[in-house]
């Protein structure tokens, strides 16, 4: 009995808070081609996306189609997207593909690969002012990777297995 | 009762090689040389076979250390820049030394003989050196390509003075409006101190 409750009280609060916080992201652009859309934001626009609160729990990867190891474990944040609800787990791939490869690289990966996770580019050349306001740790490698929920936020500047990758979720949610 | 105590051990084994693996990668991070290091020489090969030591710039006030390579989309981006470095420096006595750290076998375009290529293409005017074994870029502490070490040659060695960024765009170079190595080497040049010494910037990461 004690257990179902223990399940059910972040449940419950998840309701209560559903809707009275929203987020509204402005694009800045957005790039669509063969039936693909993908938003576009400076630092400025995608900063609040990093600090919303309402108990769900985000999982923001930073990587980019040139990048070896960010599409090695892309497919775990597509597994972690569809095994986890969408109202406890969000996964967001922020792509730092150079817009000019965006119609030419980006959309086709995302397109073959089948992405089901939201992508977004992040374009943002001044990298050295939004780099440390991600995280200060963050050399500026990708891939990395930001799980938080509220007040939590753990990052990290490394590859994940899935296994890795699901337990770190689990320490925030 | 037995199974459990079994269990238990192989939990705590896990533990116990899961902190030192951590232990590990964050003393690997901890690597590597801040401002005023005295950097490392090197005998790496260029891509005209000859080997290049920072040694043999008899008439060298310093250098600008580029570790860069082929794949990065990034780096081809910079390339341009690169060149500008070294035409506007060389004969000032800072020379740009471009070293490609990463693994051919994980980046097949980034292999000695694609870095022959490509230096060819592009009419490098610098050495750019294969860190062969891959040796001398964690111990720069270099983490992405293009990442940028300004030296400066004095009495006690090769002296850290700048780490980062070329400038803060990457996409664009008219738009950069602080050209961070530019500046450092200009104020290494007239013995003034270095304006901004750290920068971060995106970049592809090393593969080892």
């Known amino acids: ?173 | 009762m037995k199974t459990l105590k079994i269990l238990v051990g192989v939990a705590f084994v896990i533990a116990v090689s899961a902190f030192a693996i951590d232990k590990v990668s964050n003393s690997k991070t901890d690597k590597g040389y801040t401002i005023g290091d005295i950097a490392r020489d090197f005998k790496l090969k260029n891509v005209d076979e000859s080997m290049i030591s920072l040694v043999d710039y008899k008439d060298a006030k310093g250098f600008i250390v580029v570790f860069t390579c082929n794949h990065c989309p990034y780096s081809v981006a910079y390339e341009d820049r690169i060149i500008a470095l070294d035409a506007m420096f060389k004969q000032k006595g800072y020379p740009v030394i471009a070293i490609n750290p990463n693994n051919s076998k994980a980046y097949p375009e980034d292999s000695f003989d694609n870095m022959k290529i490509r230096a060819k293409e592009k009419g490098f005017s610098f050495p750019y050196l294969l860190d062969d074994g891959q040796k001398i870029y964690p111990q720069y502490g270099a983490k992405k390509t293009p990442h940028v070490y300004v030296l400066e040659k004095t009495g006690a060695g090769n002296l850290v003075r700048y780490i980062g960024a070329i400038d803060n765009n990457y996409k664009d170079a008219s738009k950069a409006d602080l050209k961070y190595v530019e500046d450092a080497v200009n104020a290494l040049l007239k013995g003034e101190k270095v304006p901004v010494e750290i920068t971060k910037a995106i970049g592809c990461s090393i593969k080892a």
């Open chain 1, 1 to 173: 009995m004690l257990r179902f409750f223990i399940y059910i009280t972040p449940l419950l609060f998840f309701v209560n808070c559903k809707g009275e916080q929203t987020v509204a992201l402005d694009a800045t652009d957005v790039f669509e081609s063969k039936g693909v859309e993908i938003p576009v934001y400076d630092f400025e626009s995608f900063k609040p996306l990093l600090t919303i609160n309402d108990g769900k729990t985000r999982i923001i990867n930073f990587w980019a189609t040139w990048c070896k190891p960010c599409i090695v474990e892309l497919p775990y944040f597509e597994l972690i997207n569809s095994r986890y609800p969408d109202d406890k787990v969000e996964v967001i791939l922020v792509s730092l593909d150079l817009p000019s490869q965006v119609e030419s690289r980006l959309i086709p990966f995302v397109k073959k690969q089948k992405i089901k996770s939201k992508i977004i580019l992040l374009d943002d050349p001044d990298a050295n002012n939004w780099i440390p306001k991600v995280n200060s740790n963050w050399s500026g490698s990708i891939p990395a990777t930001i799980i938080y929920k509220n007040g939590t936020i753990n990052f990290y500047e490394r590859s994940f297995t899935y296994n890795e990758l699901e337990k770190e979720l689990k320490k925030v949610l």
